[in-house]
């Protein structure tokens, strides 16, 4: 079984531009969340999706970022238009969920090493 | 709102020495806690974790004991090799219920084995 990916693996863009981070998560998991690592800081959650709809925003940092999960399957993260403090490493996760109220797993991506100069 | 310390690294150490990182948290209520390791060059991957208080979570011989008394997620083993050279993080995530188990995390702790 396919682990969850991300795409692209390392993004180098200037400020002001746009970029669009995707992440495919394992098949059947309802469950997606992004985290962002700042350099030398803390993993931090973004937002978390079930199915399409987001659960929980708290965590996006301004209005320049926008995640999308259509259809359910994969999910995209553009931040437009980006800034410098937008430099690090994104990470995706997934996980399932079976109704038991239990904290299941949470399978991770490699990240997104994100530049902006 | 809920927080994660980690003793900060870096840790080196030689092969067969013992190894402990402390971890201690801030929640309410009786949070799930977890260890995640991250290998060179790939994803963070979940190590062990508990649930309630006094458990202990146990994998490759990596153990953590929640402790409720002292809010605390401590990671030990016995003797490390050269493979667990990787960067490990203490996490937490809210108490049973519903489906969002968003995950709060410690900063991370770079451990290096030297052979």
């Known amino acids: ?117 | 709102g809920n927080s994660v310390t980690q003793m900060e690294g870096p840790v080196t150490l030689s092969e067969e020495a013992f190894l402990t990182i402390n971890c201690t948290y801030t929640a309410t209520g009786y949070p799930s806690l977890f260890w995640y390791v991250q290998y060179p060059g790939e994803g963070l991957q979940l190590l062990l974790k508990a649930t309630k208080a006094d458990d202990k979570g146990s994998n490759k011989g990596f153990e953590a004991t929640y402790r409720k008394e002292t809010t605390s997620f401590h990671l030990e083993k016995g003797s490390v090799q050269v493979s667990d050279s990787a960067v490990y993080f203490c996490a937490l995530s809210k108490e049973r219920g519903g489906s969002n188990y968003k995950l709060t995390f410690g900063k991370g702790t770079l451990l290096t084995v030297n052979p």
Request: glycine share 10%.
């Open chain 1, 1 to 117: 079984e396919a682990g969850v990916t991300q795409f692209p693996s390392h993004s180098v863009i200037e400020k002001g531009q746009t970029v669009t981070l995707r992440c495919d998560p394992i098949s059947g998991h309802d469950n997606l969340y992004w985290y962002r690592r700042v350099m030398g800081k803390e993993i931090k959650f973004l937002l978390h999706f079930v199915k399409e709809s987001k659960q929980d925003e708290s965590g996006m940092p301004n209005n320049r970022f926008l995640a999308e999960r259509t259809g359910g399957t994969y999910s995209t993260l553009k931040v437009q238009p980006a800034e410098l403090e937008d430099s690090g490493v994104y990470f995706c996760a997934s996980s399932q969920d079976l109704g038991t109220g239990e904290p299941y797993e949470q399978y991770f991506g490699p990240g997104t090493r994100l530049t902006v100069t």
